[in-house]
């Protein structure tokens, strides 16, 4: 754990962070207790524990140090966690970074923040006016005008003769995608005769713009193109205002248009965002499930029976897939892997052809009725069948049953799929029977997550690469099974595995871990490469890991699976004890005999799991386990 980290903890005051948000009282002589922000109760399940600086609700489980708090309940990345937690506690983070690089993207930046403040005065001033009637006609406020920065482009060049005033060049406004080049080499405003959307990062940073056109000017819609700052099959509308209701409802809704995630935030609907003009990307899942347990897309009634939305649907459900988990099979000895779900996706159609921005402004309390009613995709596609085949053919009946085995041969979980079997049966009017049959012989589909990249291994080693001495190797001047070191070893594993299985997050003990373990499982770190451009403790963390890897890189693929199940279990090990000291303390101090009662319970429930877990540890010795028996730290 790096020096930074360490020293944040230390000097953050989680009681008083935690309680800006939520009503704590003292429970006991170093615990504080209060309702959890994460899911609904009536009874106290979350404490704050002064004296260790952690977090945990016994109801959801969701537990952490400060960093994770901010991640949590603010929806920030390990790197924002970091940076506004050394603001509050006045730590001064070591810089490691490009400044020349750095420098470019701030001027980029500054020029797209004069760009937005030079557009939303001209919607304001008397040059808007026809924008301003064209807003007011389609339901948008003085207010939302000002809480989106909305802004009109006029026709000519007026924004580049402005930037040269604030003294920035023609090539910058180029490059920041706000101008663009003619074919004879002269540059001309990207924007005419549009009401301008602008499009910010989660930070609130303007990073490009979305044009809507007032008259018959084509095309009607006209984004930024890519530029160093914007990538649009990652950018989410109306983001850096959602991220905070999304965490806090711990749900996303996703829609097409500007207007529609306009409106819905102009009727109290926060939880918002809108691609933009392209299909939901992995990219964009992957930043909504930071925040949202539940994914909801919302579709006119147009594009829901289309193949194209078929697929999209199915790509994004196989995204959501986070990993793989070990399940003991009935003999309790041998493990087979299946998927982990980050999140769940859903889909509500709009009746009547109509989009969000149109319903709502019609009657906005639909809404909510809406979203609440949306279907889990599986149910929505199986729904979508009879729309997109002539059931009363053969071959329509056919190709409806191969698509609905497509789909529920990608599910893992075996009561889920039965239901959804039953389910195919009622739609295609067949015997269940008859789908099982279809599933046969079929493959679950992988998950859709991009693998983690690693250097090429070395050959195996001719004893068959026994992993009995890969702890000392993997956690080199540390000790073997110590907090850090059993972090660093799971994430080694992992990466060694290339994301064939991934490590729980919530049972890692360092924040550092969990983000690193996020990002790597999304493929948006490799081991190895560009860990310069991570926040300070995550980089650490980063070249510690490459040279774990370098050691072993030499062990069989077998093995290091056969491995990492040993290392999930001491994982969930090492949090169940910890568990079980936070409850005993709660249990010694407890206020009447209802909380002894409730202590003493989920005490001998946390035990019973700890001993679970040591009985499946010694079926399954391994390296580990073999060093705790050496006498080596647990």
């Not at 406004?173 to 663009?180: K, R």
């Not at 290091?560 to 090492?574: D, G, N, S, W």
């Given at each position: 754990m790096s020096s930074v980290?360490?020293?944040?903890?230390?000097?953050?005051?989680?009681?008083?962070?935690?309680?800006r948000t939520v009503q704590l009282r003292r429970s006991g002589s170093a615990a504080f207790k209060g309702l959890c922000p994460f899911h609904t109760e009536k009874t106290p399940s979350f404490y704050v524990f002064s004296q260790s600086h952690t977090w945990v609700c016994f109801g959801c489980q969701k537990k952490g140090t400060a960093f994770d708090w901010l991640m949590e309940r603010e929806s920030m990345d390990f790197g924002e966690a970091l940076r506004e937690l050394a603001r509050i506690t006045g730590v001064e983070l070591p810089t490691h970074r490009d400044t020349e690089a750095e420098e470019h993207n701030a001027r980029l930046y500054e020029l797209l923040a004069r760009t937005q403040t030079y557009y939303h005065g001209l919607l304001l001033g008397s040059a808007g006016s026809a924008a301003r009637r064209y807003l007011a006609g389609r339901g948008v406020s003085e207010e939302t005008m000002a809480t989106f920065g909305l802004g009109h482009a006029p026709s000519g060049n007026g924004l580049l003769r402005y930037l040269a005033e604030h003294g920035f060049s023609e090539d910058e406004?180029?490059?920041?995608?706000?101008?663009?080049m003619s074919d004879d080499g002269r540059p001309f405003d990207f924007f005419r005769d549009r009401v301008l959307f602008p499009i910010r990062d989660a930070s609130g940073r303007t990073v490009a713009f979305g044009g809507r056109a007032m008259g018959d000017t084509q095309p009607k819609y006209l984004n930024s193109r890519d530029t160093l700052l914007f990538h649009k099959q990652e950018t989410l509308f109306a983001l850096d205002l959602a991220r905070k209701p999304m965490g806090q409802q711990r749900r996303a809704v996703v829609v097409e248009g500007y207007m529609d995630a306009v409106m819905a935030h102009q009727h109290g609907y926060r939880n918002v965002v809108a691609t933009l003009g392209t299909a939901v990307t992995e990219r964009h899942l992957d930043v909504l499930r930071r925040a949202a347990d539940e994914i909801v897309l919302a579709l006119d009634s147009d594009a829901a029976g289309q193949a194209a939305t078929w697929r999209t649907l199915q790509v994004a459900e196989q995204s959501l897939v986070a990993g793989a988990r070990p399940v003991l099979g009935p003999d309790r000895r041998r493990v087979r892997y299946v998927p982990d779900r980050a999140a769940q996706l859903k889909v509500l159609t709009i009746p009547d052809a109509k989009d969000p921005d149109e319903l709502i402004r019609g009657d906005p309390t639909a809404w909510p009725t809406l979203v609440s009613a949306a279907l889990p995709v599986t149910e929505f596609v199986l729904g979508q069948l009879p729309m997109r085949h002539d059931l009363a053919t053969a071959k329509g009946k056919a190709d409806a049953a191969e698509e609905a085995a497509e789909v529920l041969a990608a599910m893992a979980n075996p009561i889920e799929q039965a239901h959804y079997v039953q389910r195919a049966a009622e739609v295609l009017h067949v015997d269940e029977a008859?789908?099982?049959?279809?599933?046969?012989?079929?493959?679950?589909?992988?998950?859709?997550?991009?693998?983690?990249?690693?250097?090429?291994?070395?050959?195996?080693?001719?004893?068959?690469?026994?992993?009995?001495?890969?702890?000392?190797?993997?956690a080199r001047a540390e000790p073997p099974i110590g907090a850090d070191a059993l972090d660093e070893y799971a994430l080694v594993l992992m990466a060694r595995s290339q994301g064939r299985v991934t490590v729980p997050h919530e049972d890692l003990a360092l924040p550092e871990s969990r983000a690193l373990a996020v990002l790597m499982e999304r493929g948006a770190f490799v081991p190895g490469e560009a860990a310069r451009e991570l926040p300070e403790g995550l980089a650490a963390l980063a070249r510690?890991?490459?040279?774990?890897?370098?050691?072993a890189g030499r062990f069989s693929d077998?093995?290091?699976?056969?491995?990492?199940?040993?290392?999930?279990?001491?994982?969930?090990?090492?949090?169940?004890?910890l568990q079980k000291r936070q409850v005993h303390d709660l249990l010694r101090e407890a206020e009447d005999e209802a909380e002894r009662r409730r202590w003493a319970d989920e005490l001998t429930r946390l035990a019973r799991a700890a001993n679970e877990v040591e009985e499946q540890l010694l079926r399954e010795p391994g390296a580990l386990l073999a060093s705790a028996a050496r006498g080596e730290a647990p």
């Open positions: 980290t360490d020293e944040i903890k230390a000097r953050v005051d989680l009681v008083e962070l935690i309680g406004a180029v490059t920041a995608g706000v101008a663009s008859a789908v099982r049959l279809l599933l046969r012989g079929r493959r679950p589909a992988a998950p859709a997550r991009a693998p983690v990249r690693q250097r090429p291994a070395a050959p195996p080693d001719r004893d068959g690469s026994d992993l009995s001495n890969a702890p000392a190797a993997a510690r890991l490459q040279r774990h890897l370098e050691d077998d093995h290091v699976m056969r491995e990492m199940q040993t290392v999930r279990l001491r994982l969930r090990h090492r949090s169940l004890i």
